[in-house]
T-cell receptor, first 116, second 114 residues
């Protein structure tokens, strides 16, 4: 079945530092890939997505490129802010045909803390 | 456009009781998916409904059930509550037209079982 593996956390950075959160996946076919962010006490917000190989998703300074050859979708941001402190989830959908409707498979989440 | 709404936001129940959670999707969305989020197991898929039919189901016991109404609103029911059912329950909506659709999440219902 599908699976998603995220880098072990938590991650602690100083403001304006460079961020990378690694994400690799296992899936058959051609899944779509997502990054969601969860702030304390809230649900998940879509951060960015990519639906085919070599697509780059971007939003609010965050970027991730769908790399089929390395089955990866690493999240990057050039300069983090205190307000970026949250939990980040990598997820995929599809990749297994008709058994995948409505189902996102998530990584374990990475807690990011940014200090001033 | 209004987002996904979930009610109630917080619930406290005791073991053995049952509970019903509600989810209203984004207008025009016909698919509703449910997830359980716990510190130990992370985010796990419960089931998905599309046009009042369950189209996909995760690996949860039969105590977890759901339904969807003609206006796409969905409810999730958990019977005979156990302590381990304490979790944040999230619903998400999408158009449901393709299995790689983007899902948009509600704020969740925090269930505590005592």
């Amino acid at each position: 079945g599908n699976s998603v593996t995220q880098m072990e956390g938590p991650v602690t950075l100083s403001e304006e530092a460079f961020l990378t959160i690694n994400c690799t996946y296992t899936a058959t076919g051609y899944p779509s890939l997502f990054w969601y962010v969860q702030y304390p006490g809230e649900g998940l917000q879509l951060l960015l997505k990519a639906t085919k190989a070599d697509d780059k998703g971007s939003n609010k300074g965050f970027e991730a490129t769908y790399r089929k050859e390395t089955t990866s979708f690493h999240l990057e941001k050039g300069s983090v802010q205190v307000s970026d402190s949250a939990v980040y989830f990598c997820a995929l959908s599809g990749g297994a045909g008709g058994t995948s409707y409505g189902k996102l498979t998530f990584g374990q989440g990475t807690i990011l803390t940014v200090h001033p | 456009k209004a987002g996904v709404t979930q009610t109630p936001r917080y619930l406290i129940k005791t073991r053995g009781q049952q509970v019903t959670l509600s989810c209203s999707p984004i207008s025009g969305h016909r698919s509703v998916s449910w997830y359980q989020q716990t510190p130990g197991q992370g985010l796990q898929f419960l089931f998905e409904y599309f046009s009042e039919t369950q189209r996909n189901k995760g690996n949860f016991p039969g105590r977890f059930s759901g339904r969807q109404f003609s206006n796409s609103r969905s409810e999730m029911n958990v019977s005979t509550l156990e302590l381990g059912d304490s979790a944040l329950y999230l619903c998400a909506s999408s158009t449901g037209q393709v299995y790689t659709d983007t899902q948009y999440f509600g704020p969740g219902t925090r269930l505590t079982v005592l």
